[in-house]
């Protein structure tokens, strides 16, 4: 019976998780067109229409439109409709990771997510917030720096003050771990840059100052390696199949934005698990 309350808290979840995201498309859509941010109109991006509730609703008005808009059968953005299924599965994650309270300290907990809606508790509640917030703000970054390869201020200040609300809400890491990952990442950056002409982008150096202060200092580690080989992956794809030259830049934004997206939710385990691998090695 629990198991069954889970599952469909967990599909509960995840519909919020791709409405979340989906508000995140259209931020990024109206940021970049540079148009009024909060609007409750949703029009298709091609012929203007306003849009019904269901025509506009995540994941499944694609789905039932196959893809097109109804008005001017022009083709909907594929990239909106991946950003709002993974959105889905990001916001499951963030519950089962933090729904009971469990910090980023701690290890991934499978364990009834309904718990931790039933039994309200303000404290979890702050802290399971200030991870949506988190990740939703990463989210954006990661879109807008691929289409326009800069991440605005904007975003980093938002993704700082969210950074500083974590010193509150998210107590099991202690306060000095949290500054000492505003610097481990951003310093050593900022000195690359320094060095190295177009090393990393201003934007990608303040964004891991702010993400580094939510993270805590072990976190940050993860997550920039996380970016770097994501990153590097990336690279190696796109120079094999020779659709860039070796001079030719591209936004590291992103893949940083997923690894610290990926470090908040399952960096501590990874640690955990390297750090076993690594015990067994030595034997
Ligand atoms: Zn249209």
Do not use: Q
């Not at 508000?23 to 091609?46: A, H, L, P």
């Not at 701690?106 to 931790?116: A, H, K, N, T, V």
């Not at 310093?187 to 990608?204: A, N, S």
């Amino acid at each position: 019976m629990t198991l069954f309350v889970d599952i469909l808290v967990c599909i509960l979840i995840w519909f919020v998780g791709t409405a979340l995201f989906s508000f995140m498309n259209v931020i990024r859509y109206r940021y970049i067109e540079k148009k009024k941010i909060f609007n409750e109109d949703f029009t298709c991006d091609s012929c203007g229409t306003e849009l019904k509730p269901l025509e506009a609703f995540p994941v499944f008005s694609y789905l039932f439109l196959k893809g097109k808009c109804r008005y001017c059968g022009e083709k909907l953005s594929l990239y909106d409709f991946v950003n709002e299924l993974i959105g889905g599965f990001v916001l499951v994650f963030v519950f089962l990771r933090f729904g009971d309270g469990c910090g980023i300290s701690s290890g991934f907990i499978l364990s009834e997510p309904i718990d931790s809606i039933v039994h309200f508790n303000l404290e979890n509640f702050a802290y399971v917030v200030t991870a949506i917030l988190f990740v939703c703000l990463l989210d954006l970054v990661v879109m807008v720096d691929h289409k326009t390869m800069e991440i605005p201020n904007i975003f980093v200040i938002s993704t700082l003050v969210v950074s500083v609300l974590s010193l509150i809400t998210m107590r099991d890491v202690g306060i000095i771990e949290h500054l000492i990952g505003a610097l481990v990442i951003s310093v050593p950056m900022f000195v690359i840059t320094l060095i190295v002409k177009g090393g990393f982008g201003g934007g990608d150096v303040k964004l891991s100052f702010a993400a580094g202060l939510m993270l805590g200092w072990k976190l940050a580690i993860v997550g920039f390696f996380i970016g770097l080989l994501l990153g590097g992956l990336y690279a190696i794809i796109k120079l094999s199949t020779k659709k860039i030259d070796k001079k030719a830049h591209f936004a590291f934004g992103p893949y940083l934005c997923i690894g610290y997206m990926m470090a908040l939710i399952c960096g501590a385990n990874m640690l955990w698990g390297y750090l076993k691998l690594a015990a067994i090695l030595h034997g």
